[in-house]
């Protein structure tokens, strides 16, 4: 087990002592990074996602120049609420070569190694330049990281490879799944109980829909991967929260679900919400004939594009050659990655730490897993000034 050096943890320290829950404004978080860059003579810039509140952070190390590498973390966590942990998720504990605290894996310890590393990176004499992209949101949808790219694709010199630091156990991943989320709302009618005849049961129409969601679910699973790289190898959907009807005794009026589809690169994303939304036209007609009102609506609530391999891309090559390694993998869970894909930017997915302890109580990083994302940006540094 390598130690990870002073600087990482006590940045990492620094950073999880921020609650940056994703509900919660990130500013002060933003503000100590930027003291903490303007200290080593770094200017950056806040690019703002909800003004007053929410900001990304970008800033470039070395020559403003094209072909740098992009060092692309997210500064918000999930929530801790009811969950059980052994010590204050914001205070970075250390505990048998493990720091714990909410954020260390999921995905502050890679912020916190790239800034330990800016000294590093500024006595490299770095010819082409590395960049830091601090996003906020991205829990909720990757929806801060948007306005960020943008941006970067306007004004930055274009960089040949965007690395995403989250938790890989430092594997380079290539590929993960496309996610989509759906809100459908069932509006019935309300009568006495006693007169179902009388009113529209939206509870029991929304049975019906999940009961097609089961059926697309099935027949996702069947269908399988034929790239054979997912855990599961499928297409999974999935219904989250359903909420409806208000006693016993009322015919529910409205009802809600809100599900979800997480596909392989390459699946026809359309086909999940064109067969749910046949199986709404042919419940209408019986909901009409008790009242015109009465209806299914179904929107797309959050769009996260999926990885596609890129097999030899730049970033890919770099990433395989940065972390000692000559394989890559791919991921059932969904980051930022295929967002600055989307972008025209070479992307792989690198980071410390393991994504089963993310979003978990007792989330952990292992030190010795931090040591080799120091090593790895070492390396970056190297083959930044060559
Ligand atoms: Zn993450």
């Not at 950056?44 to 952070?57: C, F, I, T, W």
């Not at 391999?309 to 991921?331: C, F, I, K, Y």
């Not at 972008?343 to 089963?356: H, N």
Request: proline share 6%.
């Amino acid at each position: 087990m390598a130690d990870c050096s002073l600087a990482t943890r006590e940045l990492l320290a620094q950073l999880v002592s921020f609650d940056t829950t994703s509900r919660n404004a990130n500013l002060d978080l933003i503000a100590f990074i930027e003291d903490y860059l303007a200290r080593h003579g770094i200017s950056s810039l806040r690019v703002e996602h909800e003004p007053g509140r929410k900001a990304n952070l970008l800033a470039t190390i070395g020559p403003a120049v094209e072909g740098g590498t992009v060092l692309s973390g997210h500064t918000d966590v999930v929530p801790v609420d009811g969950q059980d942990w052994a010590s204050d998720p914001f205070v970075l504990d250390e505990r048998d070569g493990r720091l714990y605290g909410r954020g260390s894996a999921d995905m502050k310890g890679f912020v916190a190694v790239a800034l330990a590393m800016v000294p590093h990176f500024l006595e490299s004499g770095l010819k082409r330049p590395i960049h830091l992209a601090f996003s906020c949101d991205e829990e909720i949808g990757c929806l801060g990281v948007r306005p960020l790219i943008r941006h970067m694709a306007k004004s930055l010199p274009r960089p040949a490879a965007v690395i995403i630091g989250e938790p890989t156990s430092m594997r380079v991943v290539n590929a993960h799944k496309t996610i989509h989320t759906y809100h459908t709302e069932v509006t019935g009618l309300e009568a006495h109980s006693a007169n179902t005849h009388l009113g529209v049961n939206a509870v029991m129409v929304a049975g019906e829909l999940l009961a097609e969601i089961n059926r697309l679910a099935a027949d996702m699973r069947e269908r399988g991967d034929a790239t054979g790289r997912f855990d599961p190898p499928f297409t999974t959907v999935h219904v989250g929260t359903i909420a409806g009807g208000t006693a016993k005794n009322i015919v529910p009026r409205h009802c809600a679900i809100a599900w979800e589809a997480r596909f392989i690169p390459g699946a026809d994303t359309d086909e999940v919400p064109a067969r749910i939304a046949a199986k709404a036209q042919s419940l209408l007609p019986a909901m009409h004939t008790v009242s015109a009102e009465t209806g299914i609506s179904t929107r797309r609530t959050v769009e996260v594009p999926g990885l596609a391999p890129d097999d030899d891309s730049p970033a890919e090559t770099l990433a395989l050659a940065l972390s000692q390694s000559n394989g890559t993998g791919a991921v059932s869970y969904a980051t930022e990655g295929g967002l600055f894909q989307q972008a025209g930017y070479p992307t792989v997915i690198c980071g410390p730490g393991s994504i089963e302890q993310a979003h978990k109580p007792d989330e952990f990083v292992e030190v010795d897993q931090l040591a080799r994302c120091e090593a790895f940006m070492r390396r970056l540094a190297r083959s930044m000034a060559s």
